[in-house]
């Protein structure tokens, strides 16, 4: 099947390592795909999507590009270094309180010389799709063309960066002679689960693909998934259907909200480096990882024998939890 050219912008294929200790703890084989190595700059699951988000960008002729996140976006902070690569001016829109501080990934997009708007709350939720496409008619009258990637880069295009991994881990399963009958991943804007699962359905690949939510709910998901899996249809010969029985999306795990976390989900994170010398990040991974072994106390995988979850990345957030919390006080 055709799909769209993209660039090569981050390490692939990415390591599979088993975790030995916690595969132990809860009498499963648990795996990680470790897609925080994708690189030092642009760690992350963001620079998969970005691959094929910047390839499209460079062929329409763009000169910037523009996207949006929270004040401590990965996304925002991928998409800054990864146009560095390719001489392309980055802008972002970032969410952000009164004074915004500098830490982990607005330090970064600082350091990267990012063109940075800080767009106040409400304003950025009622509105950022208008922000950024006014931005993008005023490049337009000074000569310059802008090219913008939606939140998280889940979108249409975006989507071929985790249909691309999927059939990564496909190739990894022969070489490691290993089945995973279940892949795990975060669900935050969406685009790695639809793109994970595009390319189970297209391939009929049958693996089970569980989406672990860490803000909205399942039902919002399903829908935002479903409509991202259509605006990919947009870039193949051949349309594919899908419905929500094709997904597998749990309940929540948001907890605090966004990006806040209690304190024993810190813990969580703590008692998982000393454990398995792996650092999750506090808004995704370390929620989803503790909403994946509590789902195993309710039985929830139980006909899952061999589980790869994606390590989506997300380290640099850690550090933005080191005055906000007490994380080193914790046990
Ligand atoms: C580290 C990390 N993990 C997971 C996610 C969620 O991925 P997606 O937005 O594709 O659902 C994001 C971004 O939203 C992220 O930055």
Redesign the pocket.
């Known amino acids: 099947m055709n799909i769209p050219n993209k660039i090569d912008l981050c390490n692939k294929p990415t390591r599979i390592e088993k975790l030995e200790r916690t595969s132990k703890k809860y009498n499963k084989n648990i795996f990680l795909k470790r897609e925080?190595e994708t690189g030092t700059e642009t760690s992350?699951?963001?620079i998969r999507?970005l691959e094929f988000c910047l390839k499209e960008a460079l062929e329409q002729g763009a000169t910037h590009i523009l996207t949006c996140?929270d004040l401590e976006?990965?996304?925002a902070r991928s998409t800054v270094a990864a146009c560095r690569k390719v001489e392309l001016n980055p802008i972002v829109f970032l969410r952000a309180g009164e004074i915004p501080s500098t830490s982990g990934n607005h330090f970064l997009d600082i350091v990267f010389g990012a063109e940075i708007n800080y767009v106040g709350v409400d304003a950025f939720n009622s509105g950022i799709d208008k922000i950024m496409k006014e931005k993008l008619a005023s490049l337009l009258e000074q000569g310059m063309k802008g090219y913008i990637i939606p939140?998280?880069?889940?979108c249409g295009i975006g989507n071929f960066g985790?249909y691309s991994v999927m059939k990564e881990i496909m190739d990894q399963e022969k070489t490691l002679n290993i089945s995973f009958d279940t892949i795990v991943?975060?669900?935050?804007?969406?685009?790695?689960?639809?793109?994970l699962m595009m390319a189970n359905k297209i391939h009929s690949f049958n693996k089970t693909i569980v989406?672990i939510p860490?803000c909205d709910t399942k039902e919002i998901f399903e829908e935002k998934i479903l409509n991202i899996l259509e605006e990919s249809n947009g870039y193949l010969e051949k349309s594919v259907n899908y419905s929500r029985s094709d997904l597998k999306i749990t309940k929540d795990f948001a907890g605090l909200g966004y990006a806040l976390n209690t304190e024993e989900e810190l813990q969580f994170i703590k008692d998982f480096a000393i454990t398995e010398g792996v650092l999750l990040?506090p808004?995704?991974?370390g929620k989803?990882f503790r909403g994946m072994t509590k789902l195993f106390e309710e039985n929830f995988f139980e006909s899952s024998k061999n589980i790869l979850f994606i390590h989506?990345?997300?380290v640099y957030?850690l550090f933005s939890k080191q005055t906000q919390t007490q994380i080193n006080k914790l046990k």
């Open positions: 925080d992350g699951n963001k999507k996140g976006s990965n996304h939140m998280g880069a889940s985790y991943t975060t669900i935050g804007s969406g685009g790695t689960y639809a793109g989406g860490i990040d808004t995704y991974t989803a989506t990345g997300g957030r």
